[in-house]
């Protein structure tokens, strides 16, 4: 879906082409221009041009956004807000076609998806919430969970969603994994039960199976049942959810998403009546002119905010946060005593202060942050100490350091490796390089875009890598995941974890969490597993980012965060109103 031509502009001083001897008639001096030799342009008659494309764009983003599977126009009173309805606005960028199958796996892409595809259960400031499913049971000791459906659910397009609609999206996402896959491959059988209720059996008890089936978005047969390539399914339909948003805009090139209220949805009434996000330059300047609502702020421009009681500020907790991995394909990189030597020869202090800017929690070598429900706070703790990195590095060959200053073995190898990581990482990559270096290890610097090193780190195409992400306050089952050599079919970068690592205890731990639906038994086996976890430094946190919020109470003032995530701006019930209808 396109709502822009793509089209080169005609710039001052660059030369175009017409069929023939024309006159400017806006030029003084009334002078011809041979445009079929290339005479420059004039500059009046850029600016009429320039003028006539920027009108031409605005046009075309107005009469080509898609209503809920049709075409509508954008009014004025749709853009500004009509009796009191808010509009609100957004930073854009392209994080892909927000159907199940076709966003891109971060944050930005899925929950932009997630605004127009209900689940059956949600998340609240405190933990699951029952949403297309009024009630729930957990049956079989965490075997079969039994979910009772609400009625009256409609479609984007009119058509009702029904207890089929449900039992068909579990068993196809179970067979054709979705962008985040929490459910593939774990599913033994769907069934309907009288009274409107879906009864799901896995293969294996499985602690985190309601937290996965609640969040799996629920997709109409209608729509999807003969399609049988779903992440290159991205016709208009392939984005007709149940959600309390219809996606009526959608730009790849610009980076324009536009999502409205849509009007018979079952749940809570829409308190935003219009969601869009638009490109910007700048965030923290857009938002200051008034053209976005909200953006994220450093804690070194936090006092230009503080001073004004138009603002609010909300600190995020730690739940998104930088790793530093390790590829088990290098020789070296698979010794612990080498791994724990480069975690004793990083401060990761000195991270938050110069890169995060103060606002991030350092990393916990357990892996989970401090703000997590199962956080341990009494595992191993490193601090910077060269003597005893150095120390690590010489029991492990490495006990010479040549005219460079780096370490090398008895064959003359030299402890050097290439690090992976997007532009936006280099200075972070920078300040380990300098800390590692004075321990001898040499690292050389492999920066690309995102995407580039998404794809790399998925395909352990680096020695060692730093990557960004979200979900760091999901349910710790993610641990077996990164570590149990788990894989759940999904292309988040939060799921990326190693590869050629075995390690029968910690193994053993991670599957028993797995299938312990004892609450409090669970947490001590997790407790456990961080400090497994924390000795073999499979990788290394760096830090959780603490990010301030800025935004205008008086403009809209419904944010909230969900119990395990960290954007206001994400939180399906950000939107809404929170009374649930029955």
């Not at 480069?342 to 401090?370: C, F, H, Q």
């Not at 460079?404 to 380990?432: D, P, Q, T, W």
């Not at 001590?524 to 800025?550: C, G, N, R, S």
Request: aromatic share 10%; net charge positive; hydrophobic share 35%.
């Amino acid at each position: 879906m396109r709502l822009f031509p793509k089209r080169e502009l005609d710039l001052p001083g660059t030369y175009i082409m017409e069929n023939d001897m024309k006159l400017c008639p806006t030029n003084r001096n009334n002078e011809s221009f041979n445009f079929r030799c290339g005479r420059k342009i004039c500059h009046v008659c850029y600016m009429k041009r320039l003028r006539a494309v920027v009108l031409f764009l605005i046009l075309f983003l107005l009469l080509l956004v898609t209503g809920c599977n049709r075409q509508e126009e954008l009014s004025s009173s749709d853009l500004a807000g009509n009796d009191g309805e808010i509009v609100i606005r957004l930073e854009g960028g392209d994080w892909g076609y927000p159907s199940p199958y076709a966003h891109y796996p971060r944050g930005p892409g899925g929950f932009k998806m997630c605004l127009i595809f209900d689940s059956l259960l949600e998340r609240d400031e405190k933990g699951l919430i029952p949403w297309l499913a009024k009630e729930y049971e957990i049956l079989d000791n965490g075997k079969q969970f039994l979910f009772t459906i609400r009625k009256g659910v409609k479609c984007h397009d009119g058509k009702p969603l029904t207890i089929d609609d449900v039992c068909f999206s579990f068993e196809y996402a179970s067979k054709h994994p979705m962008t985040w896959s929490y459910i593939f491959n774990k599913i033994q059988k769907v069934e309907k039960i009288a009274g409107e209720k879906v009864m799901v059996t896995t293969l294996k008890p499985d602690s985190a199976m309601l937290y996965n089936l609640g969040r799996t978005r629920i997709i109409p047969i209608h729509i999807w049942k003969d399609i049988k390539m779903p992440k290159e399914f991205t016709a208009p339909e392939a984005v007709t959810g149940c959600g309390p948003y219809c996606l009526t805009g959608y730009s790849k090139e610009h980076g324009i998403y536009r999502l409205k209220a849509f009007e018979d949805y079952w749940g809570p009434k829409q308190n935003v009546k219009i969601i869009e996000y638009i490109p910007v330059s700048e965030s923290v300047l857009a938002f200051e002119k008034g053209e976005i609502d909200m953006t994220g702020i450093s804690a070194d421009i936090l006092p230009r905010f503080q001073k004004s009681k138009k603002y609010k500020i909300v600190k995020s907790p730690g739940f998104w946060g930088f790793r530093l991995l390790f590829n088990f394909k290098n020789s070296a990189l698979k010794k612990k005593k080498i791994r724990q030597a480069i975690r004793y020869a990083i401060d990761l202090d000195e991270l938050v202060v110069k890169n995060a800017r103060g606002a991030a929690i350092s990393g916990n070598a357990g892996i989970l942050p401090p703000d997590h429900l199962m956080f341990n706070h009494d595992i191993k703790k490193y601090q910077q100490n060269y003597t005893v990195s150095e120390k690590l590095l010489s029991e492990t060959g490495y006990n010479s350091i040549n005219n460079k200053g780096i370490r090398v073995n008895s064959s003359g190898e030299a402890l050097s490796f290439k690090i992976l990581c997007s532009r936006g990482e280099v200075r972070m990559v920078e300040i380990l390089k300098e800390q590692l270096m004075k321990a001898g290890i040499l690292v050389n610097i492999c920066s690309t875009d995102g995407k580039t090193r998404d794809a790399r780190v998925r395909k352990y195409e680096y020695n060692m890598a730093i990557i960004g992400h979200g979900g760091w306050g999901g349910d710790p089952d993610y641990l077996r995941e990164r570590f149990g050599g788990y894989l759940s079919g999904t292309e988040s970068p939060s799921s990326s974890g190693l590869s050629n690592y075995n390690n029968h205890a910690l193994n053993q731990l991670l599957e028993k969490q797995h299938v312990e639906m004892d609450g409090e038994k669970r947490e001590a086996i997790v407790y456990k597993i961080q400090q497994y976890l924390a000795e073999d430094v499979l990788e290394i946190p760096l830090f959780y980012t603490t990010e301030y919020v800025v935004y205008r109470p008086a403009k809209y003032d419904g944010w909230i965060c969900m119990f395990d995530h960290h954007s206001l701006s994400h939180s399906k019930l950000s939107y809404l109103q929170r009374k649930i209808c029955n």
